[in-house]
C-alpha cells in the first residue's frame, strides 16, 4: 500500500497539478530530476547507497543540466511566475516520492517478485485514486 502511494498515488497526482501551471515540456524537464532525488534520498536511508563525492558531483552536475535545460525562457511568457514555480515545486515533489518509494521497494519489498510487487502497487495505488476521485466528485455537485 505504501509502495502504491509513493510510486503511483502522489507523484501522479503532483504531476496532474503542477501541468495546471507549467507546460508538458517543462514538467518533462523538471521531472528529469527524479534519478538525482533518487540517489540523494538513497544515499540517506540506505547504507549500501552512501552518498560518496563522485555520486554527490553527478547530482550537482545533473541538476545544473536540467537547470541549464530549463533556462529562463519558461518563465518569460508566464502570466504569474508564482504559478511557475507552484507547478515546479509539485512536480518535484513527484521526483521526491518516486525517490522515497525506491528506497521502500529496496527496504520492505526484497521479498517479494517483481511481478507480486507492481501488481500489488498497481492495485492500491487505483484504490487510493477511486476513493480520491469518489470525494472530488462529491464537491463537485
Not at 507523484?11 to 496532474?16: E, H, K, L, R, T
Not at 514538467?27 to 534519478?35: D, E, G, P, R, Y
Request: aromatic share 10%.
Amino acid at each position: 500500500m505504501i509502495m502504491g502511494v509513493l510510486n503511483n498515488f502522489l507523484p501522479f497526482n503532483f504531476i496532474a497539478f503542477g501541468q495546471l501551471y507549467v507546460t508538458g515540456g517543462m514538467a518533462s524537464i523538471v521531472n528529469a530530476n527524479t534519478a538525482f532525488m533518487g540517489v540523494i534520498v538513497s544515499g540517506l536511508f540506505l547504507s549500501g547507497e552512501p552518498a560518496t563525492c563522485n555520486r554527490v558531483v553527478g547530482v550537482m552536475i545533473g541538476i545544473t543540466g536540467v537547470a541549464t535545460a530549463i533556462g529562463i525562457t519558461p518563465m518569460l511568457p508566464a502570466a504569474d511566475a508564482n504559478d511557475l514555480l507552484l507547478g515546479s515545486l509539485a512536480i518535484i515533489l513527484a521526483t521526491i516520492a518516486y525517490a522515497f518509494a525506491g528506497v521502500w521497494g529496496k527496504i520492505k519489498l526484497a521479498e517479494y517478485s517483481p511481478t507480486q510487487s507492481a501488481v500489488g502497487m498497481l492495485i492500491c495505488s487505483q484504490l487510493f485514486q477511486f476513493y480520491a476521485a469518489f470525494i472530488s466528485l462529491g464537491h463537485q455537485v
